[in-house]
């Protein structure tokens, strides 16, 4: 068999597993018909959270487990994580005081120790914190963590591929059959790979895969999609909100990209992968939302970019989509050739699915699994405290200015030393496609990170794509093309 391990999906999940297996000293293929993170796991709410309204349906183990996940990813990926105060204001809620209060003790305490503070309430000083609201002073402060999702699913790819997989994106698999001792696969350009079992991580596609597959299965997904706008930054400070709303959802307002505010999210059932696309009812919806609290609002004209992922949720019955757990559940076929299949989870979970997805798969390929990742650090990642390590990148490269150094340090970590090896001025950077884009960087992300076209460049590995026109956009692509 060419490989231990076929894995069909790059999104979170599937790169998760990759590097687990890697580093189990499995010989491990991943293939995707796109990018990296290319769907789901690039169109998220962008945090690392236990999910706080979980309390409400009771899933207890879930906000435990996902908290302490939170501090490992805050410890392993400093540059990509970082810690995000919340301010959840008990204006128009509809939930009584008492309650959101009970809920956050009980939040801090499935926490256990962590890095980041404990929550409280709001007091007369926070004007900061209230100064945007219609009014009120009342309501809470707590701390959940942000996120780069496309870059942390790329670094468990990275780290995976540094330790012996093969990673291969825009190549998908065609089709698949179990032989004796294994599964045969033919992937799109035609090349035929074997491997002894095969991981099923497409996401949002698991059904559809395991039909390509003839495999039939008792778990089911129920596919919600989630909507975000970014508009032009409503309120100063680093911090977040969490807004109740009349339906007892919930919407997050959140810092993002230096000038603006990203407003998400909606759930919305759908029936395929492909009705990943926002509709005017939920920008409306996502307006209204930020109009019922701030002073300042907003109207659809407003709104400067989208993004709308379809979460292949795990149908537990659930009676509406917001009640849905975000639990994962995995699945193994092991008639014959064993195949595992991913249901559900969530970006903060990854690292514990693949785990938990090696116990389950390796005993049906005669290997012994053991935790490999629980204290390991991400490429890059091997960073003390952040904000001395962003000096030190301010103090050895001045030219690339302070907000292209801190931008670059958040997306690169220690590997930006790598990368600027050697540079000593803008010159050296080569072209200048705007936003501080450089030609370097470019390179970097095409030979280092799988990157193919400007898309890849712009809307996942940088996330520049929203500070470029459209000409600038085209010369990226040309570049690529070229």
Not at 460 to 479: F, N, P
Request: hydrophobic share 45%; net charge negative; with cysteine.
């Amino acid at each position: 068999m060419d490989h231990d391990l076929l894995i069909i999906g790059g999104g979170i999940n599937g790169c998760a597993i990759a590097r687990e297996a890697s580093l189990l000293g499995l010989r491990v293929m991943l293939v995707d018909k796109g990018d990296l993170a290319g769907e789901t796991s690039s169109k998220s709410t962008k945090l690392i959270h236990g999910g706080l309204r979980y309390l409400e349906y009771y899933d207890f183990r879930l906000v435990a487990e996902a908290l302490h996940e939170r501090e490992r990813l805050l410890k392993a990926a400093p540059h990509l994580i970082h810690g995000l105060e919340f301010v959840l204001p008990h204006e128009h809620a509809v939930r009584p005081w008492w309650m959101v209060r009970a809920g956050l003790y009980l939040y801090d305490l499935l926490g256990g120790k962590s890095s980041l503070p404990r929550s409280r309430g709001l007091r007369a000083r926070d004007t900061a914190f209230t100064a945007p609201l219609k009014g009120g002073d009342r309501g809470f402060v707590y701390w959940d963590a942000f996120v780069d999702d496309a870059r942390l699913t790329l670094a468990n790819a990275l780290d995976a591929a540094a330790n012996g997989a093969a990673i291969d994106t825009y190549y998908a698999l065609d089709h698949a059959e179990r032989i004796d001792g294994g599964w045969r696969a033919t992937l799109a350009d035609g090349r035929i790979v074997t491997a002894r079992a095969l991981v099923n991580a497409a996401g949002p596609w698991v059904h559809q895969m395991l039909g390509r597959l003839g495999v039939t299965t008792k778990s089911n997904v129920r596919l919600v999609k989630g909507s975000h706008i970014v508009v032009p930054r409503l309120y100063d400070g680093d911090h977040a909100y969490i807004l109740q709303q009349p339906d007892r959802r919930i919407v997050f307002a959140i810092p993002y990209q230096h000038g603006f505010t990203e407003i998400g999210t909606t759930d919305i059932p759908v029936d395929q992968p492909e009705d990943a696309v926002i509709a005017d009812d939920e920008i409306a919806y996502l307006c209204e939302a930020v109009n019922r609290h701030f002073v300042r609002q907003i109207a659809p004209a407003d709104v400067t970019s989208s993004w709308s992922g379809v979460r292949p949720l795990y149908d537990d019955g659930a009676a509406n989509a917001a009640s849905v757990t975000r639990d994962y559940v995995l699945e193994l076929d092991a008639d014959g050739a064993p195949l595992l299949s991913i249901f559900g989870g969530k970006i903060t979970t990854a690292r514990h699915l693949a785990e938990d997805a090696m116990e389950k798969l390796c005993p049906a390929i005669g290997v012994a699994p053991h935790p490999v990742t629980p204290a390991r650090v991400f490429p890059g990642g091997a960073i003390a405290d952040f904000d001395q390590f962003v000096a030190s990148v301010r103090a050895t490269w001045p030219f690339l200015g302070d907000a292209r150094a801190a931008r670059m340090a958040h997306a690169y970590g220690t590997e930006l030393a790598e990368m600027l090896d050697g540079i000593a001025d803008e010159a050296a950077m080569g072209r200048d496609f705007g936003a501080g884009l450089s030609e370097i960087e470019l390179r970097w992300m095409r030979d280092r990170e799988w990157a193919t076209c400007a898309a890849d460049a712009l809307d996942r590995r940088s996330k520049l794509g929203l500070r470029l026109t459209d000409d600038q956009r085209a010369a990226v692509e040309r570049w690529f093309a070229r």
